[in-house]
């Protein structure tokens, strides 16, 4: 069985940083491979969700 390694780094105030190969499966079913790093909106304000817009800096987010 093959092994990848994935890292997830939560940035303070900001978004998950996840590093490695993954596949996000969005809401309506379709599927985006990322290989290298992707930012996940962890504030619930991101126009492009499940990514990142930088949305966490106009609401101030603290997490």
Known sequence: MKTSQ????????????VEGKVTVIKNDGKQEE????????RCGASGNKPYCDGSHMRINFVG
């Open 6 to 17: 994935v890292k997830i780094n939560v940035l303070p105030n900001g978004p998950l940083m």
């Open 34 to 41: 990322k290989d290298e790093k992707t930012f996940l909106c």
